[in-house]
């Protein structure tokens, strides 16, 4: 069934006034600016395309959207793991790509990683080992890029990262050791770009991170003593940034804010972690010490995070950074006392950020912010009263992020909202009931959604709902 943007909302104000009167008006009474969507979703109903996506990671889905459609990996049970391709529809539109590993051992790809209108990936192949591929969606574009380490070994390419128009990653050779390796999608535009520890030990860069400032900022092992930030702009070597031993070492994601570039490196000897600032690859600064930060977002030029104040508090809230000393501080005591609200789960829409958390009275739910403490509160209580709905994977698909919410008679299933409380709906159950979907990975690829969640039997499927620009739904 097919609902038009205009009866979408309309179910949309049903559904979450059904829930709670709480989740359609703002706690301060104040209303809640509409977000001018220009995608839609066609229908409530993700369709199941009745194949298992592998996740070679917990809980992580490996997939990317290409020209053809999503890349991803699956086994048959017959050819084992190899690379498919699905264009939204079951049958003959989710397919399997290429058989790279002739016979059921399969050739195990991996690391899905989207560059420009291409996809790299590694992969097994019996006659040069683990190495680098990539494919346009089609069986004839997807192809070996190059033997990196010649012979049926492999370079075993790892960390995966788009940067202007190539993909950079670490990748070993008999000469060098896992060092940074970049390629173009050919043979000859697939070099070593730089050794970044002489002879054969490794550097093993990962950790890759984008800055707004053109840099390409990553970590290395330095003989599994020290840990390095480096940057480097894609032309000159890379430069070193900052250092630090290896244990306990970096302990949360490089986080891009504009050219400034925020990371938390850990205290030896169980002790706080800190806080740290490079703007545009200057000398680092320490804005401070915490006992723990959790998640990270860059909003409006500022890093949110959520944080304890001292090791050993319960009290994580949420804070704001400008990159100064004197910019970095609480931005809300969402919980006042000594537990705290535990912010988590953060995704970006626009110019606020969308998290779980829990003010004590009425479960973990969703809050929002724009950055001030006025404008920091409860989004919606999914769950009415002390009961917890429990937002998870947050996801930013062009105008609405898709994530998992659990409300009574109904377990761990698939939402998404437009930023509005009157546009936040639950979709359809992937697994009816109380039983959990515990759906993830929200890629969009063409005119559709693809999710990933469990069926009733417990067993985790590929999914798709269609989502097209608004006004242009089939009929």
Request: hydrophobic share 40%; glycine share 14%.
């Amino acid at each position: 069934m097919r609902y038009s943007c205009c009866f979408l909302m309309l179910l949309a104000q049903l559904l979450v006034r059904g829930a709670s009167d709480a989740a359609t008006q703002d706690p301060a009474g104040t209303p809640t600016p509409q977000v001018v969507n220009p995608w839609a979703i066609c229908t409530r109903t993700a369709v199941s395309l009745g194949v298992t996506p592998v996740e070679v990671q917990p809980r992580v889905p490996d997939m990317a959207r290409s020209p053809a459609g999503l890349v991803f990996s699956s086994d048959d049970g017959v050819l084992g793991r190899e690379p498919w391709v699905s264009n939204g529809s079951p049958g003959a539109g989710t397919r399997l790509l290429k058989e790279l590993f002739p016979g059921p051992t399969g050739s195990n790809p991996t690391q899905f990683t989207r560059v420009g209108d291409r996809v790299f990936f590694t992969a097994d192949d019996p006659a040069v080992g683990n190495e680098l591929f990539v494919t346009d969606g089609t069986p004839a574009g997807t192809q070996l890029v190059k033997d990196i380490w010649p012979g049926p070994l492999g370079s075993f390419p790892n960390s995966l990262f788009a940067f202007k128009g190539m993909v950079y990653f670490s990748a070993g050779d008999v000469a060098h050791g896992r060092e940074l390796w970049r390629s173009d999608g050919t043979a000859a535009g697939t070099i070593l770009v730089q050794e970044l520890t002489e002879g054969v030990e490794d550097s093993s860069p990962n950790q890759f991170a984008a800055g707004g400032d053109g840099g390409l900022y990553f970590l290395i092992d330095v003989r599994g003593t020290f840990t390095l930030l480096m940057r480097t702009d894609g032309i000159s070597d890379a430069a070193e940034i900052f250092r630090t031993t290896t244990d306990p070492g970096f302990l949360r994601p490089l986080t891009p804010v504009g050219r400034k570039l925020f990371f938390v490196v850990g205290m030896s000897h169980g002790g706080d972690v800190s806080l740290m600032m490079t703007d545009s690859g200057a000398t680092p600064v320490t804005l401070g010490h915490f006992g723990d930060i959790r998640a990270l977002a860059a909003l409006g030029g500022r890093l949110l995070f959520s944080a304890t104040p001292e090791k050993g508090s319960s009290d994580r809230e949420l804070w704001i950074s400008d990159g100064t000393v004197a910019g970095t501080r609480l931005l809300e005591d969402l919980r006042p006392g000594p537990l705290g609200s535990s912010p988590d789960n953060f995704a970006v829409l626009g110019n606020r950020l969308f998290f779980s958390a829990t003010e004590g009275t009425n479960g973990v739910e969703l809050w929002v912010s724009d950055g001030t403490a006025a404008g920091t509160h409860r989004f919606a209580d999914l769950e009415v009263g002390a009961g917890s709905s429990s937002p998870r994977t947050l996801t930013v698909v062009e105008d609405q992020f898709f994530f998992s919410a659990e409300v009574q008679g109904r377990g761990a299933e698939p939402w998404v909202s437009n930023g509005d409380r009157l546009g936040t709906v639950a979709l359809t159950e992937l697994a009816r009931g109380p039983l959990s979907s515990n759906p993830r990975g929200f890629v969009r690829s063409g005119g559709y959604v693809f999710i990933t969640g469990e069926d009733a039997g417990g067993v985790r499927r590929l999914f798709s709902i269609t989502y097209r620009p608004d006004g242009t739904c089939p009929p």
